[in-house]
């Protein structure tokens, strides 16, 4: 594994933020849900599609507070184009559990 400095930690901007809207993206080349995520005031809503299908369904992600680099350059994913990328760690299975807060916290709050 290569080290990093603290300098380029800091590089990568972690926020978090409120799911505002989910819709399934049957267009995807793998299963895959759109979301829209209210980071506050100064980042304000963002974008993003996730492979996260095998935990998750689009409407029991209403109102899940996730966690998302939100500095990464925009991404086309198929014709959707996506904003920030929400984190996760894989299961045993390797399908992706959503990384959030165990408590509910300010949007926009940053990893650190």
Do not use: C
């Not at 996760?88 to 399908?95: C, E, R, S, T, V």
């Amino acid at each position: 594994m290569a080290e990093i400095s603290f300098d380029d930690f800091l590089k990568v901007d972690v926020r978090v933020g409120t799911v505002l809207r989910a819709e399934p993206y049957p267009e995807a080349r793998k299963p895959a849900i759109k979301l829209w995520i209210d980071f506050g005031d100064e980042i304000g809503e963002k974008k993003t599609s996730a492979q996260i299908t095998a935990h998750y369904t689009a409407d029991a992600l209403i109102g899940k507070q996730v966690l998302a680099v939100v500095n990464f350059p925009p991404r086309q994913i198929g014709k959707f184009m996506s904003e920030v990328l929400v984190l996760g760690m894989p299961d045993k299975d390797g399908a992706v559990v959503l990384v959030g807060p165990d408590q509910d916290v300010p949007l926009g709050g940053r990893l650190h």
